[in-house]
């Protein structure tokens, strides 16, 4: 059993350019979250999702776009990469909402030159 | 506002001592509030958590305690062992459905 797998690990973008980072769960959990991890900030939401083809804004989301076509998959964009994006990025699956326990993946550290 | 506090930032304790690390949350309609544990390279990982409907949860090393009238919510680890050695983070779920992380706090288990 996977879990949740995030793709790609790492990346190097130049500002400006854009990007996707897929994550896919196999729990066959409803609830899907994008978080980004800064130094020192701890985790922040950045968009989530309660269902296949549902989406809804967190905590940050400007600059980031995301789409849940199947259930087992949410994708985050970023269409036009800025430095103040370079961070670690996880996604993490519930089958409840947020006061169950949520499984994370293993991130994607991005940075942006 | 949605708020969490995690205190300390760093704590280093001798292998088999006990640490604690205590959070405090703005809100008090909060009502559920997790305990991750991230290692060095890894995602975020659950290890305890606690409803507002009762005031300490065990479960082998580690217990969480809530003290609702006082806004905070502690971490206790027993007899520490260098496995460990992490960074935790605390949460509070607030009422729009918004986990509120705590900035971390690492912990070092010095063998």
């Known amino acids: 059993n996977a879990g949740v797998t995030q793709t790609p690990k790492f990346r190097v973008l130049k500002t400006g350019q854009s990007m996707t980072l897929l994550c896919a769960q196999d729990?066959?959990?409803?609830?899907m979250y994008w978080y980004r991890q800064d130094p020192g900030m701890g985790l922040r939401l950045i968009h989530y999702?309660?269902?296949?083809?549902?989406?809804a804004k967190g905590e940050v989301p400007d600059g980031y776009n995301v789409s849940r076509l199947k259930k087992q998959n949410f994708l985050l964009g970023l269409e036009s990469a800025a430095p103040s994006q370079t961070s670690v990025y996880f996604c993490?699956?519930?089958?409840?909402?947020?006061?169950?326990?949520?499984?994370f993946g293993q991130g994607t550290r991005l940075t942006v030159v | 506002g949605e708020n969490v506090e995690q205190h300390p930032s760093t704590l280093s304790v001798q292998e088999g001592d006990s640490a604690v690390i205590k959070c405090t949350y703005s809100d008090s309609a909060s009502n559920y509030f997790p305990w991750y544990k991230q290692e060095l390279g890894k995602g975020p990982q659950l290890i305890i958590d606690i409803r507002s409907n009762v005031g300490e949860k065990k479960d082998q090393r580690i217990a969480v305690t809530l003290n609702k009238t006082a806004k905070h919510f502690s971490l206790h680890i027993t007899e520490t062992q260098p496995e460990d050695s992490a960074v935790y983070f605390c949460?509070?779920?607030?009422?729009?459905?918004?986990?509120?992380f705590g900035k971390g706090n690492q912990v070092v288990v010095i063998p």
């Open positions: 999702s309660v269902g296949e083809g549902t989406t």
């Open positions: 949460a509070a779920l607030y009422g729009n459905n918004r986990l509120a």
């Open positions: 993490a699956s519930s089958y409840g909402p947020l006061n169950t326990e949520a499984f």
């Open positions: 729990m066959n959990h409803e609830y």
